[in-house]
């Protein structure tokens, strides 16, 4: 069945990932990229409008879709997650958090379509049980500089079940880890973007806090895979579920890799650790494994290599 398919946030960094691969895994699907390019960029899908079967809509999510608008899946990746991004018009991030998933999930039910949320890790917050598994139920401040991103998503969360539960919308919810990779925006904020550019450069490196904080780090064709996985799974297999590389880190090693794999003569330096900035996240993925047969297959070291390539043709 050929399907017209929207990816809300098309033209961000998973977003522009996800239309290509979307086109590519099957030419006869229609792709139609919405965005609205307060974070994504033209530069990311300029390839793709050669494409007579991508189309872009450009529409802010918080605003309810055109009525004539019909698809068979959505994928809702639309808000910008870099902290420095969101936390820049927190009250607009919670509204696109909350209005634009009441707009997909009414659009959804118009259409009796499939959406999958990205959710996120930073539903867990500050986390207190390690590693972090789906039934855990987070540690949010809900009046921190985090929480428009954290409790927008938590709230959009609440509405997929309610939705689901009480109108039987077919809903898919990922909870996106960290991820990384090509078309990440270099002036995005985020660690691996600022260490790779300042990296490149031969700048300090900025290190927030003492850079004992870890993360966990997944290429994006490895996310791209499990989002798609998703998708196509049973509609019985709502989620949530994590989707993310286990591998965990800390800022000072990933520092550390990305000097030597860039082969720079860059020197660290210590900065202010941001509010609410949680301490450890690592995704527990065993329900991923089970349910949809996905774990990620791209090492650290390797995703990097790739990573830095794609900055280093840039030429920023
Ligand atoms: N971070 C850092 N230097 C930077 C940017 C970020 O040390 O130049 C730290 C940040 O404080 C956090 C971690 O790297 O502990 C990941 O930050 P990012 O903004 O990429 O993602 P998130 O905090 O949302 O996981």
């Not at 960029?41 to 007579?52: A, G, H, T, V």
């Not at 039934?135 to 927008?152: A, F, L, M």
């Not at 798609?228 to 049973?234: I, Q, R, T, V």
Request: glycine residues 6%; negative net charge.
């Amino acid at each position: 069945m050929v399907k017209r398919i929207l990816v809300t946030g098309g033209a961000g960094f998973i977003g522009s990932n996800l239309c290509r691969t979307l086109l590519q895994a099957n030419p006869e699907n229609e792709v139609i990229c919405l965005d609205n390019f307060l974070t994504g960029s033209r530069q990311n899908i300029e390839k793709l409008l050669n494409n007579d079967k991508f189309k872009l809509l450009e529409h802010d999510i918080i605003d309810p879709l055109p009525d004539d608008l019909i698809v068979d899946e959505i994928y809702n990746l639309a808000c910008p997650a870099s902290p420095l991004h969101y936390q820049k018009d927190p009250v607009y991030t919670t509204k696109i958090s909350v209005f634009g998933i009441i707009n997909m999930l009414e659009l959804a039910k118009r259409c009796n379509a499939k959406l999958l949320q990205a959710s996120t890790s930073e539903v867990y917050g500050e986390p207190e049980v390690h590693p972090q598994v789906e039934n855990y139920r987070g540690n949010v401040n809900p009046i921190g500089i985090r929480s428009c991103y954290d409790e927008g998503k938590r709230c959009a969360e609440s509405l997929l079940f309610d939705y689901h539960r009480m109108y039987g919308v077919k809903i898919k919810v990922i909870r996106i880890f960290n991820t990384y990779g090509p078309h990440m925006n270099p002036s995005d904020g985020r660690v691996v973007s600022n260490f790779i550019m300042q990296a490149l450069q031969d700048e300090d490196i900025t290190i927030y806090g003492d850079g004992t904080q870890t993360r966990s780090f997944c290429y994006i064709d490895d996310l791209l895979e499990g989002i798609m996985k998703m998708m196509a799974s049973d509609d019985s297999f709502i989620g949530p579920v994590n989707l993310g590389n286990p591998e965990e880190i800390s800022m000072n090693e990933l520092a550390g890799k990305v000097i030597e794999l860039s082969d720079s003569a860059s020197r660290l330096i210590f900065k202010a650790l941001p509010l609410d900035d949680p301490a450890r996240r690592k995704p527990v993925i065993a329900l991923a494994k089970k349910k949809i047969g996905w774990e990620p297959g791209i090492p650290l070291e390797e995703g990097l290599r790739r990573t830095i390539a794609y900055f280093r043709s840039l030429k920023v």
